[in-house]
């Protein structure tokens, strides 16, 4: 059984957030038809690729059939609306005010279609002072204080190392779009749902907001240390090998004081709680480092390990798709795609009777019009024409 079974998602979107919001709908079993421009999405000549076909797409776009339409024609329009029409939701990440001027205001739409939810994403928000500004991950991390806390303390801000503001906004908005599904239930009507990355990058401040307006403290960049407690952070073994290490909580700090050999420190007044021992964090790091600085990386885990204190190896990448729990867990997949496997990330949610599953690859460029547009009830000369004056 597919848990969104007989849900239509029509994806007007593009790059990351999008497309990923309607990949995690098609994963769970909705039928998502990707609309794309008879040039294809921008994207599908980013690289890294394989035989110029962009990684980049296809790990955004599978579970879903493709077609393009040139949606400035008025036949483009036409398939809009009859697609409109089937629809269950319809996700859009154009600069706000375009559906609009495409004549699909989500007032129109409800016409067309009241039980159809629309999930509009944009950069800043819908409406507003900056709402005609282009809105990146990037520009967001930038602009939101997310990348001035990122980085060394006396160096320069940095991004993080994928694109989270993205990645958190498509799960936002296809939490928001399930409970569209299940308000519909109660009232029969679709509604419009609308994020933004901005919205996304403040969600991601979480405890900063109060900090900073209530107590008028402005964090900064603190590197691997902790914003609440010490010892915590990244530290070099006897090969130069990093680890992490956390020993937050009370118990564990004095645990790891004994095995550094300094039992002495739980009682010096610069470490004896918690709020006193993160003022004087990189005091106790450096107690930290010395007993780390002796051992290899084996014997640190091995040790902290028995004694129930968090600690790993700073992985790369490549390192840490190599472990057994990664596999077994299931989350790196093979999906195909234009006669190829290629190995992605898997869905992070598993469901004891309806799982996710993969139903196919990301769809090649137009893959899926005559079978879409047939579905439609454009016939098969219709479609033909289509083609021949650029309407897909």
């Known amino acids: 059984m ?3 079974e007989g849900i239509r998602v029509i994806d007007l979107s593009r790059y990351i957030s999008g497309p990923n919001c309607a990949e995690l709908l098609g994963d769970l079993g909705a039928d998502v038809i990707k609309v794309e421009s008879p040039a294809g999405e921008p994207v599908r000549e980013y690289e890294p690729a394989i035989d110029g076909e962009s990684f980049y797409y296809m790990v955004f776009n599978r579970n879903k059939r493709g077609i393009t339409v040139n949606t400035r024609s008025d036949k ?16 859009e990440n154009y600069k706000p005010g375009t559906m609009d001027k495409m004549g699909f205001s989500f ?3 409800q016409k067309i279609n009241p039980r159809l939810t629309l999930v509009s994403i944009s950069g800043f928000g819908q409406e507003g002072p900056m709402s005609r ?3 990146f991950d990037a520009i967001l991390q930038a602009k939101s204080g997310l990348m001035s806390l990122t980085g060394d303390p006396d160096g320069e801000p940095y991004l993080m190392g994928t694109f989270a503001i993205d990645y958190a906004t498509s799960i936002y908005c296809a939490y928001g779009a399930l409970a569209a599904l299940l308000a519909r239930e109660k009232t029969g009507k679709g509604q419009h749902i609308e994020s933004s990355l901005m919205d996304t990058a403040i969600s991601l401040l979480i405890d900063i907001i109060p900090e900073d307006l209530l107590l008028g403290k402005h964090r900064n960049r603190i590197g691997n240390l902790d914003k609440c407690t010490a010892p915590v952070g990244c530290f070099k073994d006897i090969d130069g090998e990093y680890l992490y290490i956390i020993a937050a909580p009370q118990n564990h700090w004095e645990l790891l004081a ?12 610069r470490f004896k709680t918690v709020p006193i021992r993160h003022e004087h964090a990189k005091e106790v790091n450096a107690y930290v480092q010395e ?3 002796q051992h290899d990386c084996e014997e640190v885990i091995d040790t902290l390990n028995k004694a129930g204190i968090p600690v790993t190896k700073v992985l790369s990448v490549h390192e840490f798709l190599q472990l057994d729990q990664v596999r077994y867990n299931n989350q790196i997949i093979n999906v195909p795609y234009n006669g190829r496997d290629i190995p992605m990330q898997g869905h ?3 469901f004891s009777d309806t799982p996710s599953k993969v139903y196919r690859g990301a769809p090649t460029l137009g893959e899926h019009n005559n079978e879409v ?4 009830g454009f016939s098969e000369e219709e479609i033909a024409l289509m083609k021949e004056e650029g309407a897909i």
Not at 373 to 376: D, E, K, P, T, V
């Open 76 to 91: 483009g329009k036409e398939i809009l609306r009859k697609l409109f029409e089937t629809a269950d939701i319809v996700v």
């Open 133 to 135: 500004l282009p809105g």
């Open 258 to 269: 004994n095995i550094i050999g300094h039992p002495e420190l739980i009682e010096d007044p």
């Open 2 to 4: 597919k848990v969104l």
């Open 107 to 109: 007032e129109e739409l």
């Open 348 to 350: 992070p949610i598993k």
């Open 291 to 293: 007993w780390v600085g």
């Open 373 to 376: 547009l047939s579905g439609l």
